[in-house]
Structures are given as structure tokens and as C-alpha cells.
């Protein structure tokens, strides 16, 4: 089972840009889909984006589609998550997530990655 620890989050003005990562460990990192969630207070966690495990295929939600990007370097055992234009909605624990069985769109079901970290806070002010 991959660990995973997010670091970068953090306070900042909406308009500005933030960007998470996501370091893992103890498995075959290429070999796993990655994901990143939101969860905010009083919310349900939510999709945020995925990427296939060879960095070829990305998916996005609706509301951070075109300001967000998911990256990975597998040669690190990293992913990234650069926010741009980050709004006060955008505020929110974001958890960086794993899984070797699931599609990258199953991915997108905050109820199917096995694996979790421990979640970073973002909080965008107005």
C-alpha cells in the first residue's frame, strides 16, 4: 500500500496561485492513478482532478477546469497540483489520493481511491 503526504497549502489571496504536492511512497508509483480531493467544512469530499499513472491522460471537475493542472514526475514519486486564479471557494482540505485497481474516471469516486494522505489546508481569502 502507497503512503502519501501532501505538503505546500497554505493562505492566500483570491487571484493568486498555490500548488500542492504530494509525495509517495512504498509502492511502484507509476503504476498507480492519482488523484486530488477537496473537502470543505460542513461538505462532502469532491473530485478535484486525476491522472493515469503514465502522466498520459488528465481529468478535471467542472469548477477548477482551466485554473487547475495535475502533474506528475515519476522518476520523484511526486504529484503536483498547481491552482491558479484560486477563488474563496476553493477553500478546503485538499488530500492527495492513490489507487492501482480503479480507471481514472472510477477515480473521480471519492469513495473508490484506497489510499489517502493526510490532507493540506488551502484557504483563499477575499
Known amino acids: 500500500q502507497v503512503q502519501l503526504v501532501e505538503s505546500g497549502g497554505g493562505l492566500v489571496q483570491a487571484g493568486g496561485s498555490l500548488r500542492l504536492s504530494c509525495a509517495a511512497s512504498?509502492?511502484?508509483?507509476?503504476?498507480?492513478?492519482m488523484g486530488w480531493f477537496r473537502q470543505a467544512p460542513g461538505k462532502e469530499r469532491e473530485f478535484v482532478a486525476v491522472?493515469?499513472?503514465?502522466?498520459?491522460?488528465?481529468y478535471y471537475a467542472d469548477s477548477v477546469k482551466g485554473r487547475f493542472t495535475i502533474s506528475r514526475d515519476n522518476a520523484k514519486n511526486m504529484v503536483y497540483l498547481q491552482m491558479n486564479s484560486l477563488k474563496p471557494e476553493d477553500t478546503a482540505v485538499y488530500y492527495c489520493?492513490?489507487?492501482?485497481?480503479?480507471?481514472?474516471?472510477?477515480?473521480?469516486?471519492?469513495?473508490?481511491?484506497?489510499?489517502w494522505g493526510q490532507g493540506t489546508q488551502v484557504t483563499v481569502s477575499s
Open positions: 491522472i493515469r499513472g503514465s502522466g498520459s491522460s488528465t
Open positions: 512504498g509502492g511502484t508509483f507509476s503504476t498507480y492513478n
Open positions: 489520493a492513490a489507487d492501482r485497481f480503479f480507471t481514472i474516471g472510477a477515480m473521480k469516486n471519492p469513495t473508490n481511491p484506497h489510499s
